[in-house]
């Protein structure tokens, strides 16, 4: 691209030395008396309104610097937009710096309280301070809430703190010294060498050790030399969003991971492949690469080391099979995403036919962790075989839904109970489920095993990017399969005949059984059609795609049968399989179902308890819905 | 007129064939799909065979091949949405408007979307109007909200979109 050329003339930093000046320059101006307010606009905040609240606090302190003039004041308030800090349950998330003062849940009346009291006067306003579920007491500071304290952040360190379209702010906290100290005083292979003592795994949901990628890549043989380092941000699993989080919240974090990367494989053009969804991370990688084109950080000999790369973004289609490697390298090249068989490996014949290394977001930005802090830091943290953190989203039937960061080899049960606060509504924990499409539900006996890549597969499951859905007594385990395999089926590219025709067949037999039809012999045919399809698949999806089932079957296999032989759903959640009832006791007979009821199969005299007709009843739920008193009961 | 902006898309990208998928990105942000002249012209350009752009265009589930309704409503169908009802809620739109997901209501007045999964899973079920984030959606507050619709839209952020957020929380 032009650009890079261009940038080349005019870039403000030219070598590791003029960074650490640049630095060092913006430290010495930072003024005493600096008030921050940090507004999170990570996807939740921002769906609940935290745009506006900061546009509110900028215009508030617009209008307060104008006062403080007169006033004889030296306070210098400072209003940022941030990245997602990860407790989007209870957002819009606000916090005033110094003190890292976290107030949640703020409206559009709290602003002006807030500046009056904490930008201005130093003072707390207590209501809008966490309160602690166990012991009742208002905490401040995100330290002290124990959906924080059990955390370890390495990727999302600075997520929350810094603006993420500002590479200012990211320079200040110690950007981009990573890649001067990898381009100023180490080789390519030095570098592949701290990725390998670092015990980096990738953390786009198989493990695979990154040094070994990197290496592979780096010794084959290129035709024209060319090689190419790629990003993938095709976030596809259903209930992960940490990718997004790190892409929208510090998106130099990966550009430097990728740059680091490029040069220790020999890589001069890199791609980032950004989920369709995702229009926000576009926005603030875009931003991110002019920034760090125009520092020189990216284009032309980078920092003075005669190494040149420059990146490219390409946004997804909405395909989820694009995030499988080779099916991303096609839809690179311009045609559908279909993946191809890899005996021929993409680290040697990969983009363009070219030596390809392609990571996940997440493992870009832990190798600028790793050369920043280096690697025996890194891998004092986690578990023999997995090394560092891992970020989750932990969402479904959980008290405190968000992003968190926990260090390899911590439980499932830390995980769940301490940061996640336990499952919603005092309802009873049944399963946590990892790993997307590809990974499996894990039961209640195993929440004592430790988060790791080879933990979590001997369980049946897999790490996966990092989707964790916690599942409650509420959720029936057949119906989860089915909308996973329904979800795969879907996304299925055909290709392969295995995968194309196996979970459409596996399918088609849970939809049966979830609809009180099955017979115990589908259970076996089911079991027969799951090795099938994973031993023949071609890629990834179709290899794991039978492992919803696997796992459901291995941990809940008395939910199928009950499903089978008693046309029964303990969950009460497939439709048919269970029935609504009034309770005589609660029903004050308030004719409320009554009259919403589509059918007419209600009746009863006023104030008197209401019944419902079983053989008129289409079981559509607005009974259960409409009651203000939790008398319709489903057995 | 219209084979000169499919040009311009074309060079903004040098004519590299392998762009395909922004060029053709591109072009569904001007008209809002993807008329089948349009893509013709880009086969052309690029000399590729027209079975390859139609079949990226049939691959990729954000491609459409026709125009969609004033507003563009999308329904989250991720695994929390799912857990809490987001099935339900699909389908009390689509028995009301009779169509289907990825169809347009009849007087054009919205297309329903049911993507994956949008990463907002504290919001689940979410429902998403021209961009504006709904959460703890139900089938009744789907309903108000699409009812209040109105048919002026043109790309203005004011959109006009209900106020009030939706029920449920």
């Known amino acids: 691209m032009a650009t890079a050329t261009e940038a080349a003339v005019q870039k403000i930093i030219h070598s590791p030395k003029e960074l650490e000046a640049y630095r060092k320059k913006r430290e010495k101006n930072k003024k005493k008396n600096t008030r921050i307010v940090r507004v999170c606009i990570g996807t939740g905040c921002a769906a609940k309104g935290s745009r506006r609240l900061y546009e509110l606090f900028c215009e508030a302190a617009g209008g307060a610097e104008q006062a403080g003039g007169g006033n004889g004041s030296n306070i210098v308030i400072e209003s940022k937009h941030v990245g997602c800090h990860g407790l989007c349950e209870l957002g819009p998330i606000v916090v005033i710096d110094p003190g890292e003062i976290l107030y949640h849940s703020v409206e559009e009346p709290d602003v002006a309280e807030i500046f009056r009291e904490t930008v201005l006067g130093g003072r707390v306003v207590e209501r809008l301070l966490y309160e602690d579920p166990k012991t009742k007491k208002k905490v401040k500071t995100p330290a002290e809430i124990p959906f924080y304290n059990v955390q370890k952040r390495i990727v999302l360190e600075h997520n929350g703190h810094i603006d993420p379209t500002s590479i200012d702010d990211y320079i200040s906290v110690g950007g981009y010294s990573a890649l001067a100290k990898a381009l100023g005083s180490m080789e390519p292979e030095g570098i592949i060498e701290q990725v390998e003592e670092a015990g980096l795994r990738g953390r786009g949901g198989g493990g695979f050790p990154t040094a070994r990628k990197w290496r592979s890549c780096r010794r084959a043989e290129s035709p024209d030399g060319i090689r190419y380092v790629i990003c993938n941000g095709d976030e596809g699993d259903p209930g992960a969003f940490m990718d997004r989080s790190v892409m929208e919240g510090n998106p130099h974090g990966v550009l430097e991971g990728m740059v680091i990367g490029a040069y220790a494989v020999g890589a001069s053009q890199g791609y980032i492949y950004v989920r369709n969804e995702y229009p926000l991370a576009v926005e603030h990688l875009k931003r991110a690469m002019e920034q760090a084109r125009k520092f020189g950080f990216l284009g032309q000999n980078i920092l003075d080391s005669g190494f040149s790369f420059d990146i490219r973004i390409n946004r997804g289609g909405g395909a989820f099979i694009c995030g499988e490697s080779t099916a991303l390298m096609a839809s690179l090249e311009g045609r559908t995403g279909e993946p191809r068989a890899k005996y021929i490996h993409t680290v040697e014949s990969g983009l363009n036919g070219r030596p390809t290394v392609l990571n996940n977001v997440e493992t870009w930005a832990n190798v600028t962790a790793i050369i920043g802090m280096g690697s025996s830091e890194f891998a004092s943290v986690g578990t023999e075989g997995s090394k560092g953190t891992k970020v989750f989203s932990l969402v479904g039937k959980i008290t405190n839904t968000g992003l968190v960061e926990v260090p390899m080899g911590i439980t499932l049960r830390r995980i769940i109970e301490e940061i996640g606060g336990g499952v919603k509504d005092g309802k009873a924990f049944k399963a946590v489920q990892t790993g997307g499409p590809s990974g499996g539900c894990i039961p209640a006996d195993h929440l004592d095993t430790a988060v790791d890549f080879d933990e979590l597969t001997r369980l049946g499951s897999m790490m996966g990017s990092g989707g964790m859905i916690v599942m409650d007594e509420d959720t029936c385990m057949v119906n989860v399969a089915k909308y996973f395999l329904g979800f795969l089926k879907a996304e299925s590219c055909g290709k392969c005949t295995p995968c194309r025709e196996g979970i459409a067949q596996m399918l088609a037999i849970l939809e049966r059984i979830s609809t009180g039809e099955g017979e115990l012999e589908d259970l076996d045919s089911l079991e027969t059609l799951a090795e099938l399809v994973m031993e023949g698949s071609l890629c990834a999806l179709g290899k794991t795609a039978a492992n919803p089932i696997i796992s459901t079957l291995k941990y809940f296999r008395g939910e199928y049968e009950e499903h089978i032989r008693n046309k029964h759903c303990p969950a009460r959640e497939c439709r048919g399989l269970f029935i609504y009832k009034i309770d005589p006791e609660s029903c004050t007979g308030c004719g409320i179902c009554r009259k919403n009821c589509p059918v007419e199969a209600i009746s009863g005299e006023r104030k008197q308890p209401h019944v419902i007709d079983q053989g008129i009843c289409t079981k559509c739920n607005t009974c259960f819905e409409k009651c203000p008193f939790g008398a319709i009961v489903k057995v | ?169």
């Open chain 2, 1 to 169: 007129m219209d084979r000169e902006l499919v040009t311009q898309i074309v060079e903004r990208y040098e004519g590299d064939s392998g762009m395909l998928i922004p060029m053709m990105q591109d072009l569904q942000a001007e008209y809002g799909y993807l008329p089948a002249e349009q893509l013709r012209a880009i086969a052309e350009e690029l000399k590729v065979p027209l079975t390859r752009v139609y079949g990226v265009a049939m691959f990729y589930s954000s491609f459409r091949l026709s125009p969609k309704g004033a507003h563009e409503v999308t329904l989250c169908m991720g695994t929390v949405c799912y857990l809490k009802g987001a099935p339900r809620i699909s389908e009390a739109i689509c028995q009301e408007y009779g169509i289907e997901p990825g169809g347009t209501t009849a007087d054009r007045m919205f297309t329903l979307q049911a993507v994956n999964c949008v990463g907002a899973c504290a919001l689940a079920p979410v429902m998403i109007v021209d961009g504006k984030y709904y959460d703890g959606v139900t089938p009744e507050s789907a309903l108000g909200i699409l009812g209040a619709l109105t048919p002026e839209v043109e790309g203005s952020v004011a959109a006009p979109a209900p106020q009030s957020k939706a029920g449920g929380s």
